[in-house]
């Protein structure tokens, strides 16, 4: 999809554990990795790679990660540590939610616009509600609209949530500024929605993913 990724976390000492590293350094990931049973909760802030949260541009982290210790005071120090070194934190500025997930969290079926300005607090930039083959809704503090779906035969949408804001990522990573310019931020949703759509038409997560190449034929051959 373009640009570079870092990965900072554990990995259980283990055959998964051992295939998922690698799958990383296939796809060139700066991977800053622990090895321990059940790993992926158990990442103490001491064992952190500052030096590589703080060259990062935009900070990228999961929910469930914020739900236990040690992994909780982990993330909390990392998201402390890039936002001094000036990164985006994504969960803080950004929102992506799906539909089902818009519906569960407001516990309101009513997918509407005043139902997503309900998740809308003063420190976020970009909130987006994905709606499947119905496209994206984008939020920002002085606009909003939707962008369609490219149309696919879908074989499995593992990982199509996460593909696409990891392409929505890659486009406004060099420039912040992008959330501010409609025109700009469509043809970022535009992408997104684009590497959402391929990543579902392959079986797998990560070995379904577009490369940016990839993604910009598929843009130019469905529009």
Request: glycine letters at 8%; charged letters at 25%; one cysteine or more.
């Amino acid at each position: 999809m373009g640009g570079a990724a870092g990965f900072a976390g554990k990995l259980g000492a283990n055959e998964f554990g051992w295939m998922l590293a690698g799958i990383l350094k296939e796809n060139g990931v700066n991977a800053e990795l622990k090895g321990n049973p059940s790993a992926d909760m158990l990442l103490r802030p001491d064992e952190l790679n500052l030096d590589l949260i703080r060259k990062a541009k935009i900070f990228h982290y999961g929910s469930i990660s914020l739900i236990a210790e040690p992994c909780r005071s982990a993330h909390l120090k990392a998201m402390e540590e890039a936002k001094a070194a000036g990164a985006l934190l994504s969960l803080k500025s950004i929102i992506k939610v799906s539909d089902n997930e818009l519906e569960f969290l407001t516990e309101n079926n009513d997918i509407c616009d005043a139902t997503a300005m309900s998740l809308w607090h003063p420190n976020l930039k970009l909130l987006l509600v994905t709606l499947g083959d119905q496209g994206c809704r984008y939020y920002t503090k002085t606009f909003k609209g939707s962008v369609e779906a490219f149309k696919v035969k879908a074989v499995d949408t593992t990982g199509a949530g996460d593909s696409f804001i990891g392409a929505l990522l890659s486009k406004i990573v060099d420039d912040h500024s992008i959330i501010e310019d409609e025109p700009r931020l469509r043809q970022a949703v535009k992408f997104a929605n684009a590497c959402g759509a391929i990543t579902t038409t392959k079986k797998g997560a990560i070995p379904a993913l577009p490369t940016e190449a990839e993604t910009m034929e598929f843009i130019k051959n469905n529009s």
